[in-house]
């Protein structure tokens, strides 16, 4: 592939600016308030790990990391259960309304999440799910199951007709050969698709916040409110904030080999 | 690849309707209901027909001159942060290094910011910038700069501005990239071999290559900084003043804030409206791009 030139003073300066604010937030979750508070430091001198105690040790703090991975793995799996069938009719066949359906199921991935919070609200008030990690699952659905159909859409058509005409041959009945050969033949666009729900349904917040009171606040909530409520605690801040960032860059190292392809929605 | 007709299709989409329906429709239902009622708390709702869409559409009134104040202000958000991050993520993008494991780190450290929740976006934004305990804040300041993103509007933008283009031109780099990688090598020598010029080579072959990703990162570039709520929310609570209150941020404030239902209802259907029709609009063209690259293949 043909590179600019400067490239790599390019990258390193862009590689900077992204790393700078991260850099800084990870630096204030080791000092103390004090410290924060009456210097300007560029690493912690007296480094503490008590912002790092305290939310491991308080409930209220470690129960919001929970609950945020158990709706964000809930919604995963909904996601990706729900499109891979629709992924395949859309790619193979032609349908009654499949065109219009297709764009009303991506414009729904474009509805402000905004305009979504209050009727969900009463909508899962009214069903009894409000404060359970199904209510925020469910929500998220309206963005992820669209982006998984418009993901695993590319895959499977990147899958030629001639091994489906096969395996009916060979007597395979259709969920024989859902299960066992396609699936296993788009298994890393599967794995791309569920990042992408596991990103988008991480680092929602209006909605999961307004889903929820008590029992499955997420994480992201937790860090708003208690820190408003005790007056400026900057450093147990950045810590909670340090602690988000870890799922992420996780999920990112599983996938380092499929970012490339898998951003580009599996057609290029 | 031609598709074969058949409508038992629609049972293998069954659930994927069902699912988005329960969380689209039904909402949607309840929205419809509510803006074209007034109330007045105790659940008393009265008929209002169209009353909020006039007033909405029309300047001079309170809601309006807000609602299409901060439509105003988000268009040109979005305007200019799309500057911004689609000449400089196709830079980055080829600014990537060709092989090895630096290709992985860049690859990481790239897709690092997409997936921070959003507050805490703010949140990192709101330490790095302030001018006591941020790095940025104070270093500006330092410098004989006088910023302050609390009280000054412009400081407010560019804090705004820097840290979406911090949090999101990595989408578009990496999706640029990703439409780089699909080139194959050949071209390459060919243009070689003909001569041409480092800026040919990106205009007759990379560009176009990168074309379709392009439209993506751009409709999706577009929509979510159009809908952008939680990251301008923290930093700055859309202050000062009303400067940097997008129509997401007003919403809210009609809805949760002061529990306007039937203002905020009809907020949210003109907001889908306007949404709806430019992602309409992006379909289209992206279908039809399709559509025409493919008689092209063809012939080649």
């Not at chain 2, 560019?158 to 990703?178: F, K």
């Not at chain 2, 609570?237 to 209802?265: H, R, W, Y």
Request: charged content about 10%; proline content about 5%.
């Amino acid at each position: 592939m043909h590179s600019i030139p400067g490239r790599r003073l390019i990258m390193g300066l862009f590689l900077i600016f992204l790393l700078l604010p991260i850099y800084w937030l990870v630096n204030m979750s080791f000092k103390t308030n004090a410290e924060i508070v009456s210097t300007m430091t560029l690493w912690p001198h007296t480094p503490t790990l008590q912002h790092y105690k305290r939310i491991f040790t308080d409930e209220s703090w470690y129960s919001g990391y929970i609950n945020s991975l158990e709706y964000v793995v809930l919604n995963t799996i909904i996601s990706i259960s729900v499109a891979l069938p629709a992924a395949y009719a859309f790619s193979r066949y032609r349908f009654l309304g499949d065109k219009h359906l297709f764009f009303w199921l991506l414009s729904n991935r474009m509805a402000p999440a905004a305009v979504y919070a209050l009727p969900f609200f009463n909508l899962y008030s009214a069903i009894g799910l409000f404060d359970t990690p199904w209510a925020v699952a469910l929500a998220h659905c309206i963005f992820n199951v669209p982006l998984a159909v418009w993901i695993l859409e590319g895959f499977v058509s990147g899958v030629p007709r001639e091994i489906d005409e096969t395996a009916f041959l060979d007597g395979y009945s259709f969920p024989r050969f859902f299960i066992k050969i396609l699936v296993p033949l788009i298994a890393s666009g599967i794995g791309v698709a569920a990042f992408f729900c596991f990103m988008f349904s991480w680092v929602e917040l209006l909605l999961a916040r307004t889903l929820t009171s008590v029992s499955a606040k997420p994480i992201a909530a937790i860090m708003t409110r208690t820190v408003s409520a005790a007056g400026m605690d900057w450093g147990l801040l950045a810590a909670a904030g340090v602690l988000t960032i870890i799922p992420g860059a996780l999920v990112i190292w599983f996938v380092r080999n499929y970012i490339a392809s898998g951003f580009a929605l599996g057609r290029v | 690849m031609d598709k074969t007709v058949n409508q038992k299709a629609w049972f293998l989409v069954l659930p994927v309707f069902l699912v988005v329906a329960f969380s689209a429709v039904l909402p949607l239902m309840t929205v419809v209901n509510y803006s074209m009622q007034d109330t007045f708390g105790n659940n008393q709702f009265f008929w209002n027909g169209v009353g909020w869409f006039k007033e909405l559409l029309d300047p001079s009134t309170d809601l309006g001159g807000r609602f299409l104040a901060s439509l105003g202000r988000n268009l040109f958000f979005s305007l200019v942060i799309l500057a911004i991050e689609v000449p400089l993520g196709i830079v980055i993008a080829l600014s990537m290094p060709r092989q090895g494991w630096t290709v992985a780190a860049c690859l990481v450290i790239l897709a690092l910011p997409l997936l921070i929740p959003w507050n805490v976006v703010g949140t990192i934004w709101q330490i790095f910038g302030r001018p006591d305990i941020g790095l940025l804040g104070y270093v500006l300041n330092a410098i004989g700069i006088d910023y302050n993103y609390v009280s000054n509007e412009i400081d407010a933008w560019v804090t705004v501005i820097v840290m979406d283009v911090w949090h999101w031109t990595s989408l578009v780099a990496l999706l640029c990239y990703a439409g780089l990688k699909s080139i194959p090598e050949a071209y390459y020598q060919a243009a070689q071999i003909d001569g041409a010029s480092r800026w040919a080579v990106f205009k007759a072959i990379q560009l176009p290559k990168m074309n379709r990703v392009l439209l993506i990162a751009v409709l999706l570039r577009f929509m979510d900084s159009f809908m952008i709520y939680t990251e301008p929310f923290v930093v700055t609570g859309g202050g000062p003043g009303n400067s940097t209150t997008f129509v997401s941020i007003e919403l809210v404030k009609i809805a949760l804030g002061q529990f306007d239902l039937g203002k905020a209802a009809a907020l949210s259907l003109v907001y889908n409206l306007i949404i709806l029709i430019v992602c309409w609009i992006f379909y289209t063209v992206m279908t039809n791009a399709g559509a025409e690259r493919k008689p092209q293949e063809g012939a080649a």
